[in-house]
């Protein structure tokens, strides 16, 4: 990961969690961004230290649960191993 990615990943989530509606755009998602961003986050959750990793943890706690109010389910994916649950969600078009 490079210099600032965690703070940079967590802007574009803050960006798409300010835009209005009640769901979340399908450009939200586009690259770069919620999805990849909550990639990062994975990633970095991964490899963070002990303290600094709790401390991601909690925000994506509220992160994921904000996603998952602001998308639906798409009964065309399946969850894979490949991806996060993140890439399964519906955005409105």
């Known amino acids: 990961m490079w210099p600032n990615a965690v703070a940079h990943a967590l802007s574009r ?11 979340l755009d399908a450009s939200a998602f586009d690259s770069p ?4 961003a909550r990639d990062d986050l994975e990633w970095a959750m991964r490899h963070l230290p002990p303290g ?4 991601l ?6 992160m994921d649960a904000e996603l998952e109010r602001r998308t639906l389910p798409d009964p065309h994916l399946i969850e894979s191993t490949v991806g996060g649950w ?8």
């Open 13 to 23: 989530v803050e960006w798409a969690f300010q835009q209005p509606g009640r769901y």
């Open 33 to 36: 961004g919620v999805g990849d």
């Open 52 to 55: 600094a990793r709790r401390d």
């Open 57 to 62: 943890a909690r925000l994506l706690t509220r």
């Open 86 to 93: 993140w890439w399964t969600r519906m955005r409105d078009l």
